[in-house]
């Protein structure tokens, strides 16, 4: 292709360079900051993770304190962005809600229009891990048509996730501290992922000097899509479906599906682009998924069952095997964010609030590099040549 090579999908390109996160997807290796993502997922809470992933090591108890403390005060949100969720319909998909109010923070908070400013970058992203929390449970409040609930600053971040999600003004609600700590480990497991599609739309649109608002806004409308972070919705909805269809006796006819191409049909939750042996992931989040069954008293779940035997058969199954098609985060994810009593259609909300501050460490880490430049990717045009208008009234 002459001066530029033609790679879509960026099958082979490194798009920039980054200290954040190693990914080996032939040894099935995850890490945030040179720390095993098992070790991460045993030993610390998501606060801890974020700091890790914004600063590059671990926080001392003293740092630790401090960061959590500054999160925690920013959690709440502005009442006339509050005022904002009105105007949607109350059936919206949550994600669409998100994409449109994570957009609209920049109109709140100016200086975050400064992106040449440390401190500034440094407050914005305080701002967008304190209060995503906060703006997806609105999401759901708004949905169900319950009253919003305000954090609550003395629960730690997970906690009061929860308590705005699941409370009600009229009660006391109290945290399932097994549930929370699921919930928290799900968070670090999506907290980054090196430059995945919604990291790199996050990237790309920060490339222009955008504020970091409205990059995380792009950034959740990538995630959306069923390819990225809609899958773990689309693969719960998939184990709904078998269920519905029949459950355990239609696991072959589905895998039969999933394999025939014209079929529309994909096993939703395996595969990907980069791990060809198995994502680390997976197997800490059926470690989670049986945790959670247990703690709710559904051991017996038949989605449980049902993703069991799909993954059993498609494991022994030369078409996977061949194309080295292996589990994903998102094949269990969904089934313990449902045995928390997380709604489907707030799956992805979960993904992107876990996922911001994968964003944010990522775009300050672009905007501090000064080899830095607006992403521009070439083409290769296979349009018309040259040709001439003919004026419309001597058109056919
Ligand atoms: N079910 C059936 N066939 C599949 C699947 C699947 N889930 N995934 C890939 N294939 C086939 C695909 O048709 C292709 O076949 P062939 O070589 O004969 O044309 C081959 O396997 C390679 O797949 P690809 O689509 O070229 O691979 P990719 O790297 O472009 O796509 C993927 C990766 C994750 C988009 C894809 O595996 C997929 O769509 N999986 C289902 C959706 C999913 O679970 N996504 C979550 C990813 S993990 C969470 C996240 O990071 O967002």
Same mark, same amino acid.
């Given at each position: 292709?002459? %001066?530029?090579?033609?790679?879509? +999908?960026?099958?082979?390109?490194?798009? @920039?360079?980054?200290?954040?996160?190693?990914?080996?997807?032939?040894?099935?290796?995850?890490?945030?900051?040179?720390?095993?993502?098992?070790?991460?997922?045993? &030993? @610390? !809470?998501?606060?801890?993770? @974020?700091?890790?992933?914004?600063?590059?090591?671990?926080?001392?108890?003293?740092? =630790?304190?401090?960061?959590? /403390?500054?999160?925690?005060?920013?959690?709440?949100? &502005?009442?006339?962005?509050?005022?904002?969720?009105? +105007?949607?319909?109350?059936?919206?998909?949550?994600?669409?809600?998100?994409? +449109?109010?994570?957009?609209?923070?920049?109109? #709140?908070? &100016?200086?975050?229009?400064?992106?040449?400013?440390?401190?500034?970058?440094?407050?914005?992203?305080?701002?967008?891990?304190? $209060?995503?929390?906060? *703006?997806?449970?609105?999401?759901? %409040?708004?949905?169900?048509?319950?009253?919003?609930?305000?954090? =609550?600053?003395?629960l730690g971040y997970t906690d009061n996730f929860m308590r705005m999600m699941f409370g009600v003004p009229a009660e006391e609600y109290e945290v399932n501290p097994v549930l929370s700590r699921a919930l928290d480990r799900?968070?670090?497991?999506?907290?980054?992922?090196?430059?995945?599609?919604?990291?790199?739309?996050?990237?790309?649109?920060?490339?222009s000097g955008a504020n970091p608002f409205a990059c995380i806004a792009s950034g959740i409308a990538c995630l959306w899509g069923p390819a990225h972070g809609g899958a773990n919705e689309a693969a719960l909805q998939m184990?709904?479906? *078998?269920?519905?269809? +029949?459950?355990?006796?239609?696991?072959?006819?589905?895998?039969? %599906?999933? $394999?025939?191409?014209?079929?529309?049909?994909?096993?939703?939750?395996?595969?990907?682009?980069?791990? =060809?042996?198995?994502?680390?992931?997976? $197997?800490?989040?059926?470690?989670?998924?049986?945790?959670?069954?247990?703690?709710?008293?559904?051991?017996?779940?038949?989605?449980? %069952?049902?993703?069991?035997?799909?993954? $059993?058969?498609?494991?022994? !199954?030369?078409?996977?095997?061949?194309?080295?098609?292996?589990?994903?985060?998102?094949?269990?994810?969904?089934?313990?964010?449902?045995?928390?009593? *997380?709604?489907?259609?707030? #799956?992805? @909300? *979960?993904?992107?609030?876990?996922?911001?501050?994968? /964003?944010?460490?990522? /775009?300050?880490?672009?905007?501090?590099?000064?080899?830095?430049?607006?992403?521009?990717?070439?083409?290769?045009?296979?349009?018309?040549? =040259?040709?001439?208008?003919?004026?419309?009234?001597?058109?056919?």
């Amino acid at each position: 292709t002459g %001066k530029f090579t033609y790679d879509p +999908g960026f099958l082979a390109t490194a798009s @920039c360079s980054s200290k954040i996160t190693y990914i080996d997807g032939d040894a099935g290796v995850l890490l945030y900051r040179g720390y095993p993502i098992e070790q991460l997922a045993t &030993h @610390c !809470d998501f606060l801890e993770v @974020c700091y890790l992933l914004l600063n590059g090591e671990l926080p001392s108890p003293e740092e =630790k304190k401090t960061f959590d /403390w500054t999160v925690t005060r920013h959690t709440m949100v &502005h009442e006339q962005l509050a005022r904002l969720y009105q +105007g949607f319909r109350r059936d919206s998909h949550p994600m669409a809600v998100m994409v +449109g109010v994570v957009g609209a923070l920049s109109a #709140f908070y &100016h200086d975050s229009l400064d992106i040449n400013n440390p401190d500034h970058r440094q407050i914005s992203a305080f701002r967008l891990i304190a $209060k995503l929390p906060t *703006i997806v449970a609105m999401a759901y %409040k708004y949905n169900m048509g319950q009253p919003f609930m305000y954090p =609550k600053n003395s629960l730690g971040y997970t906690d009061n996730f929860m308590r705005m999600m699941f409370g009600v003004p009229a009660e006391e609600y109290e945290v399932n501290p097994v549930l929370s700590r699921a919930l928290d480990r799900i968070l670090i497991l999506h907290a980054d992922h090196e430059q995945n599609a919604s990291t790199s739309t996050v990237r790309l649109a920060g490339s222009s000097g955008a504020n970091p608002f409205a990059c995380i806004a792009s950034g959740i409308a990538c995630l959306w899509g069923p390819a990225h972070g809609g899958a773990n919705e689309a693969a719960l909805q998939m184990l709904m479906d *078998i269920q519905k269809d +029949g459950g355990l006796e239609k696991v072959g006819e589905f895998i039969k %599906k999933a $394999k025939d191409k014209n079929s529309g049909v994909k096993l939703m939750g395996f595969g990907h682009r980069v791990y =060809k042996n198995y994502d680390p992931r997976a $197997k800490l989040m059926q470690e989670t998924t049986r945790e959670v069954l247990a703690a709710v008293g559904a051991e017996n779940d038949p989605l449980l %069952k049902l993703a069991m035997a799909l993954e $059993k058969i498609a494991l022994e !199954d030369e078409y996977f095997v061949s194309r080295k098609l292996y589990p994903n985060v998102d094949f269990y994810s969904g089934i313990v964010q449902r045995a928390l009593g *997380i709604p489907v259609s707030m #799956f992805t @909300c *979960i993904f992107s609030m876990a996922r911001t501050v994968g /964003w944010i460490a990522q /775009w300050n880490e672009m905007i501090s590099d000064p080899e830095q430049k607006i992403g521009r990717p070439r083409q290769l045009y296979q349009g018309a040549t =040259k040709r001439d208008v003919v004026p419309i009234a001597k058109r056919g």
